[in-house]
C-alpha cells in the first residue's frame, strides 16, 4: 500500500533529481524552446517540498493536490499549470483514503495524464511530456521500474519527431533531432517513483 509519506517521498526524489538534471533540462530546452525548462521546474519542486513541510497532508490525495497547487502558481511557463493539473487531478482521483494500491495509483495518474491531454490539446506524438506520461502509465500496471524505463524511452523516441505543440512548434521542421525537455523531465518524475519506493 502506498500512504502519504511514500507520496511525500515521491516529491522529494523527484526534487532532487529536477536540481541533479536542472543544467540538462535547460541545455535541451535551448535549441527548441527559451532555456528555462531546468530553473522553471527547480523552483517549482523546490516550493513543492517547501510546502509539503510546512503543511503536512496527511493523504497521498492531498498531498498531490497541493503538490499541484503549488507547481500551478510558482512556475510560470507551460509546464507548471500541465504539471500542476497532471498532480491536482492524480490526487483528487485518489480521494480521501489514508492509503492506496499501486493499481488505484496507477488508475489515478492515468486520469490525470488525460486531464494534461485536455489542457494542453496535445496526443502522442507531439514532440512532449505525454510522450514520456503515457508509455509510463501504460507500464506502470507491471511496476514502477517498467513505468521508468517507458518513460525514459518515450523521452528518447521524441528526438525524430517535429513538434505540433508548444514553444517547440513554432521551429517546425527545426524542431527535429532535439529530445523534447518535458519528456525529459517527465521521465525523472516517474523514475523517482522507483526512489521514493526503495527508501
Ligand atoms: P515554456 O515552453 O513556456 O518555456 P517550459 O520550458 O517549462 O515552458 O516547458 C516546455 C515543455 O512543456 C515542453 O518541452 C513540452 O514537453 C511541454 N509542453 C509545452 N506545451 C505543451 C502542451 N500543449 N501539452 C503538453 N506538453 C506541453
Ligand atoms: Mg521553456
Not at 74 to 84: D, E, H, I
Not at 171 to 190: F, K, M, N, V, Y
Amino acid at each position: 500500500m502506498l500512504d502519504a509519506e511514500f507520496f511525500r517521498r515521491w516529491m522529494t526524489a523527484t526534487a532532487a533529481s529536477v536540481d541533479r538534471e536542472a543544467e540538462r533540462l535547460t541545455a535541451l530546452d535551448s535549441p527548441i524552446g527559451d532555456a528555462d525548462h531546468g530553473s522553471n521546474l527547480q523552483r517549482g519542486f523546490t516550493g513543492v517540498v517547501t510546502t509539503l513541510e510546512k503543511e503536512a497532508p496527511d493523504t497521498p490525495g492531498a498531498v498531490l493536490t497541493l503538490a499541484g497547487r503549488r507547481l500551478i502558481s510558482t512556475v510560470g511557463g507551460a509546464s507548471g499549470p500541465l504539471y500542476g493539473t497532471l498532480l491536482r487531478r492524480t490526487g483528487k482521483a485518489l480521494g480521501d483514503a489514508a492509503e492506496v494500491t499501486e493499481e488505484q495509483f496507477a488508475d489515478a495518474l492515468r486520469e490525470g495524464v488525460d486531464a494534461v491531454m485536455a489542457l494542453g490539446g496535445a496526443a502522442p506524438g507531439d514532440k512532449t511530456m505525454i510522450d514520456a506520461l503515457v508509455p509510463a502509465v501504460d507500464a506502470l500496471a507491471e511496476s514502477f521500474a517498467a513505468a521508468k524505463t517507458a518513460a525514459e524511452e518515450g523521452a528518447v523516441a521524441t528526438t525524430p519527431l517535429q513538434a505540433r505543440k508548444g514553444r517547440a512548434s513554432y521551429l517546425g521542421e527545426r524542431s527535429i533531432g532535439h529530445q523534447d525537455p518535458g519528456a525529459t523531465s517527465s521521465s525523472l518524475l516517474i523514475g523517482a517513483l522507483v526512489e521514493a519506493r526503495d527508501e
